[in-house]
């Protein structure tokens, strides 16, 4: 799973860490690995992905990548870091 920023430093980090702790709570934290990334890099990245977490912004630059795009609004949000991780994995 990547986390999109611009630059890939920034609020990516922010959502890593975040979507960690859910998925650390969750018992899938060893399973799948999150990886924070700018966004340039996630295009060439995308096809090892399951999804791509983002902001609505980076995912309209991001288009169609071949993977899933997930938009976060709140990226700090463990709610809503855990509705985006149901969907994306269907629980």
């Known amino acids: 799973m990547l986390t999109v920023c611009g630059n ?29 990334t700018d966004t340039i890099s996630a295009k060439g990245k995308a096809a090892e ?9 980076i995912a309209r630059t991001l ?3 071949g993977v899933p795009v997930r938009v976060v609004e709140d990226f700090t949000s463990r709610t809503e870091a855990d509705r985006v991780l149901r969907d994306t994995y269907d629980v």
């Open 8 to 36: 890939g430093v920034g609020t990516s980090l922010f959502l890593k860490h975040t979507l960690e702790q859910v998925l650390d709570r969750w018992g899938w934290a060893r399973h799948v690995t999150v990886e924070a």
């Open 49 to 57: 992905a399951v999804a791509i977490l983002t902001s609505r912004e």
């Open 63 to 65: 288009g169609d990548v």
